[in-house]
T-cell receptor, first 113, second 115 residues
Framework: DGGITQSPKYLFRKEGQNVTLSCEQNLNHDAMYWYRQDPGQGLRLIYYSQIVNDFQKGDIAEGYSVSREKKESFPLTVTSAQKNPTAFYLC????????????FGDGTRLSIL | AQTVTQSQPEMSVQEAETVTLSCTYDTSESDYYLFWYKQPPSRQMILVIRQEAYKQQNATENRFSVNFQKAAKSFSLKISDSQLGDAAMYFCAYREETSGSRLTFGEGTQLTVNP
């Protein structure tokens, strides 16, 4: 079955540590996205990528980094510069153009130890 | 920057009744797309319905329909014959034709369905 796989489901970070969240899709989508969701709030865009080896900052990119070396993969690194990383992180992918909707993974919950 | 506003943080409906969730947006563009997503307690994001701004006809998907008022920049979601499984957080989202497919989300409306 085609879909988006995020791993791990739960992740814990120590102070001063970088952690990487994985996102893989087999839907042959061109574009991929990372969102952050805080309790009771909507989704905010961190980074997005429309093609391999290219990506753009979203609305809250500070303290995060990404790479897009393969079409299927768009990992997100939460760096130690992100002072409040506790949140639910959602990865999405889509065909670009038209009314094509974004499809979402099941999310990763990141907590601080 | 475009903004999406959902003015109802919480709504409730009796099972089998109809409920309408509100959404307004701010844009100067003429070509764009609007979406409603559902997020149940499992936290999955599920597409409910989409609307192209160039289409005057309101989109419908089974029990879900929208009232799209382009001049008023309003995009409400109507759920008919509400079911217990409709209980979820509902997000309205906006996307420009030229934005690289990036979505702007509203803050969400938490829908409770009472038996």
């Amino acid at each position: 079955d085609g879909g988006i796989t995020q791993s791990p489901k739960y992740l814990f970070r120590k102070e001063g540590q970088n952690v990487t969240l994985s996102c893989e899709q087999n839907l042959n989508h061109d574009a991929m996205y990372w969102y952050r969701q805080d309790p009771g709030q909507g989704l905010r865009l961190i980074y997005y990528s429309q093609i391999v080896n290219d990506f753009q900052k979203g609305d809250i990119a500070e303290g995060y980094s990404v790479s897009r070396e393969k079409k299927e993969s768009f990992p997100l690194t939460v760096t130690s510069a992100q002072k409040n990383p506790t949140a639910f992180y959602l990865c999405a992918s889509a065909f670009t153009g038209g009314s094509q909707p974004q499809h979402f993974g099941d999310g990763t919950r990141l907590s601080i130890l | 920057a475009q903004t999406v506003t959902q003015s109802q943080p919480e709504m409730s409906v009796q099972e089998a009744e109809t409920v309408t969730l509100s959404c307004t947006y701010d844009t100067s563009e003429s070509d764009y797309y609007l979406f409603w997503y559902k997020q149940p307690p499992s936290r999955q994001m599920i597409l409910v319905i989409r609307q192209e701004a160039y289409k005057q006809q309101n989109a419908t998907e089974n029990r879900f329909s929208v009232n799209f008022q382009k001049a008023a920049k309003s995009f409400s979601l109507k759920i008919s014959d509400s079911q217990l499984g409709d209980a979820a957080m509902y997000f309205c989202a906006y996307r420009e034709e030229t934005s690289g497919s990036r979505l702007t989300f509203g803050e969400g409306t938490q829908l409770t369905v009472n038996p």
